[in-house]
């Protein structure tokens, strides 16, 4: 995976007990893409197969970057 800074806004989004990416590394990622990190608790590995439906929270994220 790349870890160059990214050339437009970003956000990280973590979980405490993803499976996939431990909250350190997704701190790593996030510090080399100049990304904002949100540590949205234990939700799994965020996608469609974590079961947060519509996910209202996710989309206030998009939301956040529209905005930039």
Known sequence: ???AKLP???IVVSSTDDEY???ERAKEI?????SRL???GARGH????SGLRGW???FGFVEELRAT
Do not use: K, Q, T
């Open 21 to 23: 990416v431990r909250p």
């Open 46 to 49: 965020i996608n469609s197969a």
């Open 8 to 10: 437009f806004p970003s």
């Open 38 to 40: 949100v540590d949205v």
């Open 56 to 58: 209202p929270e996710g």
């Open 30 to 34: 996030a510090r080399a893409w100049g």
């Open 1 to 3: 995976m790349p870890l």
